[in-house]
């Protein structure tokens, strides 16, 4: 078939046409597979402080239009929650804005439970199904599974009574349960619901009783409960002890119906076990006391008597027997004597009489040493003497006799010891030869003299100790007088002292007397050796010089604080317009180059926010986003020995203590991530942050988008080449081919 000049000119078109729609379709699949803007913390190892953080780089959202809704322009992600009794969603990302450009709903997974609030959100645990279906500028939808998993009962019960069972029949009881309560015995496998709030019907031994669990909870933790047998204990018996020939028995029970034993603590036992074996351990009693044996009668040691078995034992509890125990007379001993009788003391002159004592059994004399007395005489005793009147010592001296302490015998007139009594032959006392020294006197010329009180010796010595000042004389410790030559000042070293008038003193003390003090205060001369600069301190020397020449010259160095800024011209403000940011009007520094406003005070970002958009500073960096616009940032894991605390607002309050934090854009909006030491009772906060990486290269969603634009741009052209070519067919015939197609269908 030939082809018409109308025909070319069709098929023409129809290439032309080809051609723009790849390119659109090329564009589109771009546009689908662009990643949403999310702003992430990102830690480095330079730890800045929250104080020192400023904005170093902007990101804003730009959006096109008719895109198809993906999980990559809205990541829906944390689909896996715990139930809390209230209506709970997963996390949407991204930069579009929920009910804006993309709306939510959820419907329950077959087989789960419904629970669903009244709008329309999950509460309850169970599975459903999240769909995220655009508008506005986006179409489409695509679905997610969301999971709110059963939460873990942390009540357990309480308030439990179990009720004993009786020894002979019956059965046990656990009051105070509930029907949201299951039980089991220790040691089976399987739980059994209850019905009431009483558990009946239950043998002895323990039980576990938790909540089941539910539609929302796990089951609880177990509470263990014990049913005991009850018996009929009556009072406790008590303990019949041992003896040393007979059984004794324990404190116990005895219960009359079943007729068993049982212990002080209600244990089950037998009478055996109960018993406690004959002793044959004596019970002595007291101790009796000895009786003496006298001159004439027999006595009995000290003992003990078994007041059960009646046997003897002596003093160290050893068997004996009455025999043994019995004394026989006591010649020496067993006397019974009157008051002792004085003896009289022979003297120098005349006889005395022994001292004695009379026994009233036996009645004879006995001395002290209970020997019979037949023969009372004391002969005289040349010693026995009558002394007088005590005559004083009269003391010898460094060159004279003394006198000897005595006393005079009244009978004979005999000198006398006035202690042991005995005769003095001679009373003198030889002259010591010790001087008796008074005190130390001076002599004036370095030396001190004492004399002897009691004649006429003296001694001469150097004088000693002390010591001398800058001004005085050392004063000798021995008789109190100044000796020796003033020494003068002894100087220590110098204590330099500079004020805040950059005025110098100098000053040293005498070592002999530290109210002795040297000083000179001078004015440095200053000399600017660095000027500052708004960049940078500078720095001004100041010398002291002192007349005095055992001070030496002083030198320090102080900062110059920072000059005032060097301002250029005024720079108008720029405003922004909703496709081209805008300027601050500002002034620049000529020196260092910051940015100020007209009345001095630093601007660190110039940008003025699109129209339609805000600026959100994350970490010290500016961020552009439009009202309302959900935006998610995480920060990155701690460095070693830190710790995540939180988000922190421009106030300085915590907004969230998540690492990654979802929040809708609103203006004036700042966020900073915030460390800290990891330290007992607490430690020093400092954020650590830095500006999130910038993305290269295409994502697998854009390349998917341009693999897809591709295999249709080349199908079209295929189907061209095919209609045109192949089967030489006119443009006309493929609109009624197409027209017949649609007609067909209806």
């Known amino acids: 078939?030939?082809?018409?000049?109308?025909?070319?000119?069709?098929?023409?078109?129809?290439?032309?046409?080809?051609?723009?729609?790849?390119?659109?379709?090329?564009?589109?699949?771009?546009?689908?597979?662009?990643?949403?803007?999310?702003?992430?913390?990102?830690?480095?190892?330079?730890?800045?402080?929250?104080?020192?953080?400023?904005?170093?780089s902007n990101y804003e959202v730009e959006k096109t239009t008719t895109v198809a809704i993906t999980d990559e322009l809205v990541p829906v992600t944390d689909l896996e929650k715990v139930f809390n009794e209230t209506a709970q969603e997963p996390t949407f990302g991204g930069t579009l804005v929920r009910d804006t450009d993309f709306e939510v709903s959820y419907a329950v997974k077959a087989g789960s439970i419904d629970m669903l609030d009244f709008s329309g959100k999950p509460v309850g645990a169970g599975t459903y199904v999240v769909t995220v279906t655009g508008k506005g500028a986006y179409e489409g939808s695509f679905t997610k599974e969301f999971v709110i998993n059963k939460a873990a009962q942390t009540n357990v019960p309480v308030g439990l009574i179990a009720n004993p069972i009786s020894c002979r029949d019956g059965s046990g009881t656990i009051d105070g349960v509930t029907i949201a309560m299951e039980y089991r015995k220790v040691g089976d496998a399987d739980y059994t619901k209850c019905t009431s709030n009483k558990i009946t019907g239950l043998a002895a031994g323990e039980y576990q009783i938790r909540y089941a669990e539910n539609e929302n909870y796990l089951a609880s933790a177990d509470v263990t409960v014990t049913i005991a047998i009850s018996h009929n204990f009556g009072a406790l018996i008590e303990e019949t002890p041992a003896t040393c020939i007979d059984d004794g028995m324990k404190a116990h029970y005895y219960c009359s119906d079943c007729?068993?034993?049982?212990?002080?603590?209600?244990?089950e036992t037998t009478e055996t076990a109960l018993t406690i074996p004959a002793t044959g351990v004596h019970t002595f009693g007291t101790l009796i006391d000895e009786n003496p044996a006298t001159c004439i009668a027999g006595g009995m040691k000290a003992h003990y008597k078994c007041t059960v078995c009646g046997k003897y034992f002596d003093a160290d509890k050893n068997e004996t027997t009455e025999e043994a125990l019995k004394t026989p007379i006591s010649p020496y001993y067993g006397h019974s004597f009157g008051r002792w009788v004085e003896e009289q003391y022979a003297t120098c002159q005349a006889p005395g009489r022994k001292g004695y004592k009379h026994c009233s059994i036996c009645d004879k004399n006995y001395d002290a040493s209970n020997t019979v007395i037949t023969?009372?005489?004391?002969?005289?005793?040349?010693?026995?003497?009558?002394?007088?009147?005590?005559?004083?010592?009269?003391p010898a001296t460094c060159k004279d006799t003394g006198v000897k302490a005595?006393?005079?015998?009244?009978?004979?007139?005999k000198h006398c010891d006035p202690i042991t009594r005995k005769e003095i032959v001679d009373l003198t006392i030889p002259a010591t030869g010790v001087h008796n020294y008074g005190a130390w006197v001076s002599n004036g010329d370095g030396t001190h003299t004492r004399t002897c009180t009691t004649g006429s010796h003296s001694e001469t010595e150097n004088c000693s100790g002390g010591t001398a000042t800058c001004e005085n004389k050392a004063v000798c410790e021995?008789?109190?007088?100044?000796?020796?030559?003033?020494?003068?000042?002894?100087?220590?070293?110098?204590?330099?002292?500079?004020?805040?008038?950059?005025?110098?003193?100098?000053?040293?003390?005498?070592?002999?007397?530290?109210?002795?003090?040297?000083?000179?205060?001078?004015?440095?001369?200053?000399?600017?050796?660095?000027?500052?600069?708004?960049?940078?301190?500078?720095?001004?020397?100041?010398?002291?010089?002192?007349?005095?020449?055992?001070?030496?010259?002083?030198?320090?160095?102080?900062?110059?604080?920072?000059?005032?800024?060097?301002?250029?011209?005024?720079?108008?403000?720029?405003?922004?317009?909703?496709?081209?940011?805008?300027?601050?009007?500002?002034?620049?520094?000529?020196?260092?180059?910051?940015?100020?406003?007209?009345?001095?005070?630093?601007?660190?970002?110039?940008?003025?926010?699109?129209?339609?958009?805000?600026?959100?500073?994350?970490?010290?960096?500016?961020?552009?986003?439009?009202?309302?616009?959900?935006?998610?940032?995480?920060?990155?894991?701690?460095?070693?020995?830190?710790?995540?605390?939180?988000?922190?607002?421009?106030?300085?309050?915590?907004?969230?203590?998540?690492?990654?934090?979802?929040?809708?854009?609103?203006?004036?909006?700042?966020?900073?991530?915030?460390?800290?030491?990891?330290?007992?009772?607490?430690?020093?906060?400092?954020?650590?942050?830095?500006?999130?990486?910038?993305?290269?290269?295409?994502?697998?969603?854009?390349i998917a988008g341009i693999v897809i634009g591709s295999i249709a741009g080349v199908g079209i052209v295929g189907f061209a080449i095919f209609w045109f070519v192949v089967k030489k067919k006119s443009f006309a015939e493929l609109i009624s081919a197409i027209k017949a197609l649609f007609n067909k269908k209806q």
């Open 1 to 56: 078939m030939t082809h018409t000049k109308a025909n070319k000119s069709k098929i023409l078109m129809l290439v032309l046409v080809l051609g723009l729609t790849m390119c659109l379709v090329f564009m589109l699949g771009i546009a689908i597979a662009s990643p949403a803007n999310t702003a992430r913390a990102e830690e480095t190892d330079l730890h800045i402080p929250v104080s020192s953080i400023t904005a170093t």
């Open 259 to 267: 007729r068993k034993y049982f212990d002080a603590d209600k244990n």
């Open 375 to 394: 023969d009372f005489v004391i002969p005289v005793n040349p010693d026995g003497h009558e002394l007088g009147d005590l005559v004083a010592e009269v």
């Open 406 to 413: 005595h006393r005079d015998c009244n009978l004979c007139g």
């Open 478 to 702: 021995v008789c109190g007088e100044e000796y020796g030559d003033i020494p003068g000042h002894n100087y220590g070293e110098v204590k330099y002292t500079w004020t805040s008038d950059n005025t110098c003193k100098a000053e040293r003390v005498c070592k002999h007397d530290n109210t002795h003090i040297e000083s000179e205060t001078v004015t440095a001369t200053a000399e600017e050796i660095k000027a500052a600069t708004c960049k940078e301190k500078g720095k001004m020397k100041y010398t002291a010089t002192f007349t005095n020449t055992a001070f030496a010259a002083q030198v320090k160095e102080v900062d110059i604080d920072f000059t005032e800024h060097t301002y250029g011209d005024l720079i108008p403000e720029v405003s922004p317009t909703t496709t081209e940011f805008g300027v601050k009007e500002h002034k620049d520094c000529k020196v260092c180059g910051k940015h100020f406003d007209k009345d001095g005070n630093e601007i660190t970002e110039l940008k003025i926010a699109k129209i339609g958009t805000h600026n959100v500073v994350i970490n010290g960096e500016s961020n552009f986003y439009k009202e309302g616009e959900s935006v998610t940032v995480t920060a990155n894991e701690p460095a070693e020995g830190k710790e995540f605390v939180g988000w922190q607002d421009a106030s300085g309050n915590i907004v969230s203590t998540q690492k990654e934090y979802t929040f809708e854009v609103k203006d004036g909006m700042v966020l900073t991530a915030v460390y800290q030491d990891k330290a007992p009772g607490g430690g020093t906060i400092d954020g650590e942050i830095a500006p999130a990486p910038d993305k290269k290269g295409l994502s697998g969603g854009q």
